[in-house]
């Protein structure tokens, strides 16, 4: 029977201690973003689909085409070919496939990478309807990109 | 009695209007006090902030296919969503909303509002009956408990007004409480009203919240338990007519209380009463439902019972014979 | 509250908490075989999400596995991280760098607070208050931003390598955190504990339901706030040390009640200490590398290794075969929630749905990790 005065007086309390905050938190202003109309900046290691590195002054990929990346990746979506021009004793790439709907944005080609040749992008604007959007082909990525 | 035949045309556009409006627009003001008190901004696209989101919402709702599941009751079906707007718009017809607009002043309004409201109740059963589902039953089960337990208290404090104001009618009941705030029936001691009248407004308000089926007593329609309860298996206008319903029985509730306790359409201070400070006073209790819909959480059915017979009705009888007893003394 | 059972035994019916259900957190169906609103008997039913991770841990070498680890339980990725790195250091003895270790231990709990806001939001969401979302999920983005800021990813880090960290934390990230956890502790006593932890309707909801035994617990290998809740002063952060806590002074929360109300507690506090584990680690943070040079192919010598860590959800156990090769010969993964939830089935006999659905709340399931 004691308990019953403090649970009708105690809970009482409680609630209109609850309204009291919920009403407070009423006329502060909002924590949301509107985002189409305000868009975020990504942070410098935000990990969006990887991209190719071009060198500055050859303006050539730095990829050497070795295939460490192709071999350590876990899902198996990078696929690169490379090859021979006359008079050279190094590859250039010639293709470089990535299959974004198997990538799990793990970091270990990057890792892999000892040349440098791929970082991560911050794109993130990429819904799409049609699943074949998802094989970039990261050299013309490169080429667009001026 | 009025011959003229504009005004019962003009109280029936007029009151199907504000029902109309009320049904759809608090649904936008539900949405939108939601999102502030959870610190987001509620609907902001359609319209400017949101104000056609109702209509589009209408559009949509209509467009929908109105499916009537295999192992149906057919009738009762597609009769439970009209069975639950019919009592709320036609309370509106005794509900004094200032000195001289009141479609029918009937001796026994408050008889009527409340036979009218177990129509209401009525209607949840059959739509949870009808519907052949499980988890409809379950909950309209639930929900017949839940509202004779709280009509039990809703009704004796009913009592204790009319017992002090000595009489049914809603006019005079609104008309004896003018000239201040001291005046109204939550306030107490002033003209021989009994010192537990706030105690009184507690329990008609929370009584209220209950009737209506909003949280923290909305185990009818407890979403992450029962899905969607009793309307489950009701789609486009259907659910649609559920859902006006509810907000028409919160805008009857809200003027009831307004009318009972809050002094009807009088200004505090007694200056320039009207049917403005009955709008005012109707949409702050209005915002307090919603505040209180989304600050708790649920309560459990038999914590629900609890409340009602352990500890409203005993506060209930407590206040009429305390206020009975006043009334002698004093 | 347990009744007996009133019906003729063909009087009950068959209700599934299907598949597809906003209260049960991920792909769970419990069998539930109901006498009008009371339990008489409830069966959980896994697999829906089985994705055989531990097969494809013998399919890869011992780098590959790394992203695995973080999509099983995706909300203290950075815990079942630090586990699979502990098993194969001590595999192959690698050593860390003290400053990888704080790094690790500064995220990790991190990473706990943030499972553990979640964990609140969801559970009062359950039991009907929407709007305590929203408020848990405002300091959460901060957390999320911050760990985004050093990681590049919000849920599913792939942060952690064999011999420390990816990659450093810098200034920006040390003052973001400080920043958090002053403004974590000024809203804890109002907008988490006077809103909901003394609302006298989620109290009556919460006390007395789901009361679990230490000796229940024993029986089933329940481990973490279930646990302790129930009495058993039981964390392997203190229990069986492992990485720097050890340098750390923080307490583990038991609470004696064995109801749901205990295991709400226990994560509340949890969420205390968290904090102070990071200000020390903040405070002695030392210089040095964040990475040891390991080789690329690793072979461990061949060999049985275990190692354990504590996660929100209790003890996560990794169990490492190694046969010299590449790629490890069997990888167990032992999962906290597995056993935890193994305890539904006897503990909610005789309760009503409404209650069945709080406890399931309280035991804090997240089904990707049970079905692995």
Redo the contacts between chains.
């Keep these: 029977m004691s308990g019953y005065w403090e649970d009708v007086f105690g809970g009482a309390k409680s609630l209109v201690t609850g309204l009291a905050i919920t009403g407070s938190e009423f006329f502060k202003p909002v924590v949301t973003k509107q985002y189409p109309w305000e868009v975020p900046t990504m942070v410098p290691r935000f990990r969006g689909h990887i991209e190719l590195v071009r060198n500055e002054e050859t303006g050539m990929p730095n990829c050497v085409c070795c295939g460490m990346c192709m071999r350590s990746c876990p899902s198996g979506c990078i696929s690169l070919a490379g090859k021979k021009p006359e008079g050279s004793k190094k590859k250039v790439l010639t293709k470089y496939i990535l299959d974004f709907t198997k990538c799990s944005l793990c970091g270990t080609c990057i890792e892999s990478c000892n040349f440098n040749a791929i970082r991560f992008s911050r794109d993130y604007n990429l819904a799409s309807t049609n699943k074949d959007d998802y094989i970039f082909d990261l050299l013309k990525r490169l080429e667009e990109q001026g | 009695m009025d011959t003229s035949i504009w005004r019962p045309i003009l109280y029936l556009v007029g009151i199907m209007a504000f029902a109309g409006l009320n049904a759809a627009y608090l649904g936008w003001c539900e949405r939108k ?9 509620g609907p ?1 696209e359609v319209g400017f902030h949101g104000l056609l989101q109702p209509i589009a919402d209408g559009i949509k709702l209509m467009s929908k296919q109105l499916l009537v599941p295999q192992g149906v009751d057919g009738i009762l079906f597609r009769v439970a969503p009209i069975l639950a707007m019919i009592p709320a718009i036609t309370s509106m017809v005794v509900i004094p909303f200032s000195g001289n607009i009141q479609a029918r002043a009937l001796e026994l309004s408050v008889l009527l509002i409340f036979a009218l409201a177990s129509i209401g109740m009525f209607a949840i059963l059959l739509g949870g009956w009808a519907s052949g589902n ?1 988890y409809a039953v ?1 909950s309209a089960a639930r929900s017949v408990s839940q509202n004779i337990a709280y009509e039990i208290p809703m009704l004796i404090t009913v009592i204790t007004i009319v017992m002090m104001t000595g009489s049914m009618n809603l006019q005079e009941i609104a008309l004896k409480q003018q000239g201040g705030f001291w005046h109204w029936n939550i306030f107490p001691l002033v003209d021989g009203k009994s010192i537990l009248m706030p105690v009184s407004f507690i329990i008609f308000f929370i009584c209220s919240v209950a009737e209506t089926n909003r ?2 007593f ?1 185990m009818a329609e ?4 029962l ?1 969607a309860g009793f309307m489950t298996e009701y789609g486009s206008m259907g659910f649609g007519l559920f859902m006006m319903g509810e907000y028409l029985n919160i805008v009857v509730g809200a003027c009831l209380t307004t009318i009972l306790f809050l002094g009807g359409w009088d200004c505090p201070f007694g200056l320039f009463s009207g049917v403005w400070w009955f709008l005012i006073k109707i949409y702050i209790l209005i915002f307090t439902f919603i ?2 819909r ?10 629900l019972l609890n409340l009602s017979w352990k ?1 409203l009705i005993p506060f209930s009888l407590v206040n009429l014979l305390v206020a009975a007893a006043f009334i002698k003394v004093f | 509250m347990t009744v007996p059972i009133a019906c003729r035994p063909d009087e009950t019916f068959v209700l599934n908490l299907g598949p597809q259900h906003p209260a049960t957190h991920g792909v769970l169906r419990v069998k539930l075989t109901m006498d009008g609103e009371y339990i008489v008997k409830a069966e959980p039913v896994l697999g829906y999400i089985h994705r055989m991770h531990e097969k494809m841990a013998e399919a890869g070498n011992f780098a590959q596995f790394m992203p695995n680890t973080a999509r099983m339980d995706y909300l203290h990725a950075l815990a079942f991280n630090h586990g699979y790195a502990l098993t194969v250091e001590r595999a192959a003895g690698i050593e860390v760098p003290e400053r990888a270790e704080y790094i690790r231990v500064i995220t990790v709990e991190l990473n706990r607070i943030a499972s553990h806001l979640l964990w609140w939001a969801a559970f009062v969401l359950d039991l009907g208050g929407f709007t305590p979302l929203l408020y848990a999920f405002d300091d959460r983005e901060i957390i999320l931003d911050l760990l985004e800021r050093v990681t590049g990813s919000r849920l599913t880090y792939c942060y952690f390598r064999f011999g420390g960290v990816y990659n450093d934390i810098d200034d920006e990230f040390i003052e973001g955190t400080l920043a958090f956890i002053k403004r974590l502790r000024s809203r804890m006593p109002r907008i988490y504990h006077d809103l909901v932890t003394h609302n006298i309707i989620l109290r009556k909801r919460l006390e007395g339901i789901g009361i679990i035994t230490p000796e229940q617990c024993r029986k089933y290998g329940a481990t973490g706030p279930v646990l302790r809740g129930s009495g058993v002063s039981y964390d392997i952060r203190k229990n069986e040390p492992y990485s720097v806590y050890p340098e750390f002074d923080f307490e583990i929360p038991v609470y004696h009640e064995c109801d749901s109300m205990a295991r709400y507690m226990v994560r509340m506090d949890e969420m205390e200490q968290s904090m102070r584990i990071i200000e020390q680690a903040l405070e002695r943070l030392p210089e040095g590398p964040v990475k040891a040079k390991v080789p690329k192919i690793l072979k461990p010598p061949a060999g049985d290794y275990y190692a354990a860590v504590e996660t929100a959800r209790g003890s996560f156990g990794c169990r490492l075969v190694c046969d010299g090769g590449k790629a490890p010969y069997r990888l167990k993964l032992r999962s906290p929630t597995f056993s935890n939830l193994s305890l539904f089935g006897e503990v909610a006999e005789g309760m009503l749905l409404a209650d069945a659905l709080g406890f399931m709340g309280s035991l804090d399931l997240v089904i990707p990790e049970i079905d692995r």
């Design positions: 006090g939601a999102g502030h008190i959870q610190r987001r901004t902001m499980k379950i949280a923290p909305d407890a979403e992450s338990e899905i505040w209180i989304w600050t708790y959480p649920r309560t459990q059915i038999y914590k500890i």
